[in-house]
């Protein structure tokens, strides 16, 4: 296993971090799979509170000398606050669920729209402040599925000192993606990838021709090692969050993150990642390039964004985090598709000639479905 610098945490993490949102149903097969993951190099441990039983099963894991070998990683449910008092009240529970006297790394979860003026309305900020000072938490972070402009923000409020970000091959322009990776470690705060692939969705819709194309490449990887190498490429990058289910994933995983070095990928294997991206998108519902010849709206619609998500949600389904985007991000910024007028002045400059208005209601229409967060 690869460890590297956590920051000014002054932690070594391993690069590939145990996700505790997915453990099998079976809580003795739970608890044998995160005592492996430590046993063999992992120490990097993220769990949430909206994660069913995940703290409870991982409190019971982490008995017995296993708390002292790892940095653990829990999230504030955000939404469950209605008074400042209330981010101290679910930080306890947590604790308890857990069976630990402090938390590593304390994350505000999933800083969407509304999730981030909670923040601001109840000083969120002052909380972790206040924690740290009593020994409950360690260092402060947030999670985001979020825009890159809100994300931004969020950087520069607060001295954060770590930063969870969704990322993966189709993902290197949505929501934070690389621009944002590489914001955030110039200003010296390490990068958690969450998502690297898409929740377990990506191997699922798979095109052929992209099995084909990687089956016929000299250098022999699966497409799940591809994803994951994609990504512990990158210098910027910390810590790689897998999900695993069962103890055969998890084994799998340890085998491909075995010296996940930064710089180990060649041009020809850069291309090769181009390729099969452009290989995904040409799937596309919608036949937006993102040139942004259509912007900017006279109304603010955020048109590539919009189409952009649309797309990959097509290419992923029914995994809603595009949709959850959409809801909580998009719409309350004022930059959604319901702010169109039909006003056409988009569809003069679109040089793919798109019906974007009529294109524009059929995402409002599909997106404002059921939110599952």
Known sequence: MEYTNFGKTG???SRLGLGCMRFPSSESEAIEMVRYAIDNGINYLDTAYIYKDSEIITGKALKEGYRNKTVLATKSPIWNVGR????EKYLDEELKRLGTDYIDIYLLHNLNYGNWEKIKKFDGLTFLDKTVDKGKIRHKGFSIHNTLRAFKEIVGTFDWEMAQIQLNILGESQQVGVEGLKYTADKGLPVVIMEPLRGG????????????????????????????????NMPEVSVILSGTSTLNQLKDNLRIFDHAVPNVMSAEDLKLIDTIRGM???KN???CTGCQYCMPCPRKVSIPTVFKLYNNYQLVKPHPIDK??????????????????????????????LK?????KAVHEEFMGKVVS
């Open 84 to 87: 400042h008092e209330d981010f």
């Open 201 to 232: 969705y990506l191997l699922n819709n798979v095109p052929p021709e992209v099995i084909d194309l990687i089956h016929k490449y000299p250098e022999r990887r699966s497409f799940v090692e591809w994803c994951f190498r994609w990504l512990y």
């Open 356 to 360: 974007i208005s009529e294109l524009l």
């Open 11 to 13: 932690m070594m993490v």
């Open 324 to 353: 959850v985007v959409y809801q909580n991000n998009v719409i309350p910024s004022g930059l959604g598709a319901d702010q169109c007028v039909s006003c056409g002045v988009c569809e003069k400059k679109c040089p793919q000639g």
């Open 280 to 282: 995904f998108e040409a």
């Open 285 to 287: 519902s919608i036949g």
